[in-house]
């Protein structure tokens, strides 16, 4: 995961993606908080690349989206639960929980979204992490 400005991607962050090259990114975002400049920003830094977005009507309908797409290429034994209020946590378990290629499921401050509780309910899942 590599954090960008809105309107730009900081020199740090295009050397990154340059050591990477990869051949496909995924956005998290609409067009309002990733704008078509930067998209075009990282079209100049590696040709060809295909880009993906994912962006819903709201941050857990999008962490839900992410979570399937997850699920769909690997296989899901644990899952990580962050509030949304707390990014700090969200941000530091990121990199964990994509190294093991298990899902984040972001919450309101007090309750498990309901389509979120029933796609969750048939996965065998053996660890949950707060």
């Not at 993606?17 to 609409?30: A, D, E, F, S």
């Not at 979570?67 to 969200?90: A, P, T």
């Not at 899902?103 to 707060?130: A, G, H, R």
């Amino acid at each position: 995961m590599l954090l960008i400005n809105k309107d730009n991607i900081p020199i740090q962050i295009k050397n990154e993606i340059i050591k990477i090259n990869p051949k496909k990114i995924i956005l998290i975002g609409k067009d309002h908080t990733i704008p078509q400049k930067v998209v075009d920003e990282i079209k100049s830094i590696i040709l060809n690349i295909k880009i993906d977005r994912i962006g819903e009507n709201s941050i857990y309908e999008t962490s839900y989206i992410i979570d399937q797409k997850i699920h769909d290429e690997n296989n899901i034994e644990e899952i990580y639960i962050g509030n949304v209020y707390d990014e700090d946590d969200l941000l530091s378990i990121a990199p964990v929980a994509g190294n093991k290629k298990q899902p984040i499921v972001i919450t309101q401050e007090d309750k498990l979204d309901e389509k979120m509780c029933t796609w969750l309910s048939d996965k065998n899942i053996k660890n949950v992490y707060f």
